[in-house]
């Protein structure tokens, strides 16, 4: 009777163990999963960050041919004037 008795005993919490093993590989499996998607969360976040940056390049490089056209044009309307007071002053 002892030996059926620690034999029952073995056998639920052998039953307990895996039930427990089982819940907790079921939570493993959860963790993974919301990890990758927010693997690819980042991912694509981390995408999003590359093409803005790019973007700012890409305004910082219009800004500056601005700037140059802007003062190239200013210079060229300064010689105008200067040329043609001088020869108003001129005459």
Known sequence: MAGTDATEDRDKVASHRLAQ???NGKKLDLILETMARQGERLSRVERSVDQARRDISEVK???A???NKFLS???EILSILH???GGI???
């Open 61 to 63: 490089s219009d800004i």
């Open 73 to 75: 044009t200013q210079t």
């Open 21 to 23: 093993l089982r819940a």
């Open 83 to 85: 040329g043609s007071s």
């Open 89 to 91: 002053s001129g005459r």
């Open 65 to 67: 041919l601005l700037e």
